[in-house]
């Protein structure tokens, strides 16, 4: 019997890995943790309502026999109380890492993020899974990823039968997965950019992520990997494929005016500007070593990722 518990599972990836999980023949039960109401429902699903910091996580791994744990909880985009995104983030994942040694589990698969290499103008193309993590200071989802990845490692020195998949996607796109850099392109009649400035983008569909996550529950995958579609595309391309024109701003006062709109909590300003890094230098990861090892290679390209997002959510 094969018992997967999803944390973050009303989540978007959280719901849609249950659904695909839930498709699986090899996979008996699945078992969804959220703070939140339960996202997506099936029949092999069983769903849990508890916060991944709660002690008794271990108990509900141990009563419902979980084998392998997909840990996907963890806040986008961020809150304005740093202490409790800290604590949900970087002490929730140690919670979820107790839990696992003190039940049965023997799997675990995390879903990291290509920000732990952060966003810097002297970046190697593309960044290898052996290059430094050197998340952006000010974008704190980067940082408790590298932070979580720290503890993961040294968590595995100490329990050697625990088998961890950790993928580190770029910037997911989707019919049904937005990110801020693409709510801004929709919303605005112009697309901002930092003046001087042309940062090279790449992007990884929704359903190659979930696939990835889905692979490493039933496959053993032990490794840290990239995960990013083919090909990149530049700000001009960016732009074109919106079907707007750009609006320079010099980065001090984008980052002062983007600050200053955070701080008064201003309509539709939902990220912090510690994010605006990506708008500035390149992050392209290089995704060789997950298909030399495993031969899996995201089905859509960079460009194929952003166009299925912008056929779905902007009006032709």
């Not at 809150?79 to 589990?105: F, H, P, Q």
């Amino acid at each position: 019997m094969t018992v997967v518990a999803v944390t973050g599972s009303s989540g978007f990836l959280g719901s849609h890995l249950i659904s695909s999980l839930s498709q699986d023949e090899s996979i008996d039960r699945i078992i969804g943790i959220d703070i939140r109401t339960a996202g997506q429902q099936t029949p092999k699903c069983t769903f849990v309502q508890k916060d991944v910091r709660d002690p008794d996580l271990v108990n509900v791994f141990k009563e419902e026999g979980v084998d392998c744990v997909a840990h996907l909880a963890f806040i986008v985009f961020p809150i304005r109380n740093m202490k409790t995104m800290y604590d949900i983030d970087v002490e929730g994942s140690r919670n979820v890492l107790n839990a696992t040694a003190g039940s049965n589990v023997k799997k675990l698969v995390f879903a990291s993020s290509s920000a732990v290499y952060g966003f810097h103008p002297d970046n190697r193309i593309p960044l290898t899974e052996d290059q430094p993590m050197r998340p952006n200071p000010e974008n704190l989802y980067g940082v408790h990823k590298a932070l979580v990845e720290t503890i993961l490692t040294k968590f595995l020195l100490s329990h050697p039968d625990i088998k961890a998949t950790v993928f580190r996607p770029c910037m997911i796109l989707g019919p049904n997965m937005d990110n801020f850099s693409c709510q801004m392109a929709r919303k605005l009649p112009r697309i901002i950019t930092v003046a001087g400035q042309s940062p090279t983008l790449q992007f990884v569909h929704e359903d190659d992520v979930v696939g990835a996550l889905h692979r490493a529950i039933i496959n053993d995958m032990p490794g840290t990997y990239n995960l990013a579609g083919s090909g990149t595309i530049t700000m001009d391309d960016f732009c074109r494929m919106f079907r707007k024109k750009s609006f320079p701003i010099p980065f001090r006062l984008l980052h002062a005016v983007h600050s200053v709109l955070w701080k008064l909590r201003f309509p539709g300003v939902n990220f912090n500007p510690g994010w605006l890094s990506i708008m500035r230098y390149s992050c392209i990861v290089g995704g060789e070593k997950l298909k030399n090892a495993h031969g899996l290679t995201p089905a859509y390209t960079t460009a194929e990722a952003l166009q299925s997002y912008i056929d779905a959510k902007v009006p032709q």
